[in-house]
């Protein structure tokens, strides 16, 4: 039943001590022994043994854990720990960010891991694409042992996207020019544009911009967040379809008179002159030339303009030679007994002649300045007035609009009938602002029954204001050919 007091815990540095066993009253001795730390365990367990005078030798009497050696050794995650990594961006289906995965570090320590926590993303977490300059996701894994040692296991996960994106250009464009310009003007932006960064976005509005005659280049290029760029690329011809046209060409009929006898005269007019919408240059033929000999009557002259494209427009006007009244000889009845001297005769023919010279000049130019009046209606509109429901309140019948000659230009000719012509053409009577398509019914013959007949058509035609008829828009009376102007219908 005999005890002693034991002494406080005692703490090393090192893994191995010795120490004595405690005096114990009765007791037959003590030993020195030797203390080896057992892995695993913060502190030494050691047996102390007594004998006693009357009781059983060698008898433990108890034990105590006095010895706790310090552990400052960190743990160790012995090369399991990842690197920083990069991985490229491939989405997870349906989704706008991609599933990445590591092996999970293990730690290791000299007496054991008390934990292992972890700071940022898990193994199988969901990560978008790392922008340029933009921070990167780490991860953390911190160990900690018994002695509460830590280390640490840190990288960093970057998620690239290397792809480029994909713009969709139009088909290439094929169009023909505006009309009187050597450009088309396009709306044209890009149809559409994929990229695997579900996030980036791109400029898809359309642009206005004028292309000139013949095949242009073009691409548009896009930029995703990442910087990688993609490119398409298409063109566009403009076609220049539109003939050019004629800043002048005679809206009178050229005439002179044959008084040679040899039944031809030689006939002048202003040089006949054409323009392009290109800007190009124009060659103009002609079936016959300002100053040729015609013959009397009415000889119908053609003129072709052609631009660089093969576009061809038309200026007809008609020749009209008029036939001098010749004067007479006059000579004495035989028998006579004197003969009017020469000088006498010729000067009686020369008056004839230019006293009919006069008159002929007269009626011609009289017939010009008609020619260059527009036509009266007023007959034929008291003659519409007569029909019932013509007559619209106090304004009665509407009066067909004169349209001035140099404003028309024909294009192509469509058709042909009794009378004349059918052609397309275009009316620009605004500066500056484009003309557009008309159709137009010209007189080719000089029957006066038949230029009757169709002014008789335009006075008609423009009574009508419905949507469902045909409209007529003026007539060309002024010179030579008669025309009439109506809405053109494709």
Not at 88 to 117: C, E, H, R, Y
Not at 325 to 340: I, K, M, P, Q, R
Request: charged content about 15%; proline content about 8%.
């Amino acid at each position: 039943g005999a005890s002693a007091p034991l002494p406080d815990r005692l703490r090393f540095r090192c893994a191995m001590v010795s120490y004595h066993y405690p005096q114990y009253r009765y007791m037959i001795g003590s030993e020195a022994r030797t203390l080896r730390l057992v892995t695993n365990s913060s502190y030494l367990r050691m047996s102390y043994y007594a004998t006693y005078w009357q009781g059983t030798p060698n008898a433990p009497v108890g034990t105590n854990n006095f010895v706790s050696p310090a552990d400052y050794e960190q743990p160790s995650f012995n090369g399991t720990c990842p690197e920083s990594f990069s991985v490229s961006f491939v989405p997870d289906p349906d989704s706008d960010l991609m599933t990445v995965t590591w092996p999970i570090p293990t730690a290791i320590d000299n007496k054991g891991i008390l934990m292992v926590t972890q700071e940022g993303p898990a193994p199988g977490s969901q990560f978008g694409i790392t922008l340029p300059g933009g921070g990167l996701p780490q991860v953390v894994y911190s160990a900690l042992d018994l002695a509460r040692n830590v280390a640490y296991c840190s990288f960093s996960v970057s998620i690239l996207d290397t792809e480029p994106p994909v713009p969709v250009c139009p088909s290439d464009v094929t169009v023909a020019t505006d009309f009187f310009s050597g450009t088309a003007a396009l709306t044209l932006g890009l149809v559409n544009a994929t990229d695997n960064d579900p996030f980036s976005t791109f400029n898809m509005t359309a642009t206005t911009r004028n292309y000139p005659i013949g095949v242009t280049p073009m691409s548009f290029t896009i930029v995703d967040r990442s910087g990688n760029m993609g490119a398409c690329f298409f063109s566009v011809t403009v076609l220049d379809q539109e003939p050019p046209y004629f800043t002048y060409c005679p809206d009178y009929d050229p005439s002179a008179v044959s008084d040679d006898g040899s039944g031809y005269a030689n006939v002048m007019w202003p040089t006949l002159m054409a323009t392009d919408n290109s800007g190009g240059n124009v060659t103009i033929n002609v079936t016959q030339i300002s100053g040729d000999s015609f013959p009397i009557g009415v000889t119908p002259v053609t003129a072709y303009a052609t631009d660089q494209a093969g576009n061809v427009a038309i200026c007809g006007f008609n020749v009209k030679v008029l036939t001098a009244v010749a004067g007479s000889n006059t000579a004495s009845s035989s028998g006579s007994s004197s003969a009017l001297s020469p000088a006498l005769i010729g000067g009686v023919v020369g008056g004839v002649a230019f006293l009919i010279i006069a008159i002929i000049a007269f009626f011609v130019v009289r017939a010009r300045r008609a020619a260059m009046v527009p036509h009266d209606f007023e007959t034929l509109m008291s003659q519409l007035e007569a029909i019932p429901g013509v007559r619209d309140g106090e304004n009665g019948p509407c009066k067909p609009r004169e349209i001035k000659r140099a404003n028309i230009r024909v294009v192509e000719k469509l058709g042909a009938g009794n009378f004349g012509d059918v052609c397309k053409g275009v009316l620009a009577e605004i500066a500056g602002v484009p003309g557009y398509l008309v159709a137009i019914k010209m007189l080719n013959t000089v029957h006066a029954a038949d230029r009757t007949e169709l002014l008789q058509e335009a006075a008609i035609m423009a009574q009508f204001h419905n949507e469902f008829v045909i409209g007529l828009i003026g007539v060309v009376t002024v010179g030579e050919p008669l025309m009439v102007v109506l809405e053109y219908c494709e």
